[in-house]
């Protein structure tokens, strides 16, 4: 392997899924190091967990810019002055712009909770819930201008219970995030998977 692809998740909260990368990434033959752990929220639990771990964490705070493309240029010099190659989204709650995708297409990952082109969006388990689907899941895409909308590059389905509710389905849910996010990062920093 030529050395290790430099990764940065972005988080907005817990980062449950960014723990599971970083524990996936603890393996010496994992293709992906994740080198930089990045919030829009100073308050997320994920940069504590990061920086225990001895990863660089930075919050860039978006209420602190006056619009979208000025965040996103503190962002990107961010990643850059890190030597980032690729991006894993996770959790992360801000939209990025159309010009801001293009710059990293083909290296900007993100995790959905549904199963894409399912619930695209917002509350994806409270309107499988309200549909009364019987399996949901999740995704991990490749991020374009369009929201949820870029090619799919893992997915992995649960289920749907009686007496579930958004809690119970969303916790199934994230079981199988962590498994496949994981799986998604390694086969993309490995060439195996590329846009
Ligand atoms: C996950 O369900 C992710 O799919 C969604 O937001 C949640 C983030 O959880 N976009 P965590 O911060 O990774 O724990």
Do not use: C, M, V
């Given at each position: 392997m030529t050395g290790r692809r430099r990764t940065a998740v972005l988080i907005s909260g817990r980062g449950s899924n960014m723990q599971a990368l970083v524990a996936a990434a603890r393996?010496?033959?994992?293709?992906?190091?994740?080198?930089l752990v990045v919030s829009?929220?100073?308050?997320?639990?994920g940069l504590g967990y990061a920086r225990e771990q001895g990863i660089e964490a930075v919050a860039?705070?978006?209420?602190?810019?006056?619009?979208r493309a000025t965040f996103e240029n503190a962002l990107d010099t961010v990643l850059h002055k890190h030597d980032i190659d690729l991006i894993a989204c996770a959790g992360f709650m801000r939209i990025l712009s159309a010009a801001f995708v293009e710059k990293w297409l083909g290296r900007l990952l993100n995790i959905h909770p549904?199963?894409?082109?399912?619930?695209?969006?917002?509350d994806t388990h409270e309107r499988a819930l309200a549909d009364g689907a019987s399996e949901h899941g999740c995704t991990v895409h490749f991020m374009v201008a369009?929201?949820?909308?870029?090619?799919?590059v893992a997915q992995a389905r649960v289920p749907v219970l009686p007496g579930d509710d958004a809690a119970t389905l969303a916790a199934r849910v994230l079981i199988a995030e962590h498994e496949i996010y994981p799986q998604a990062l390694a086969s993309i920093a490995s060439g195996e998977i590329a846009l």
């Open positions: 393996a010496p033959d994992y293709p992906a190091e994740i080198a829009n929220r100073p308050d997320a639990a860039i705070d978006h209420k602190a810019f006056a619009d549904s199963l894409l082109p399912a619930y695209r969006g917002l369009e929201l949820d909308a870029g090619p799919i």
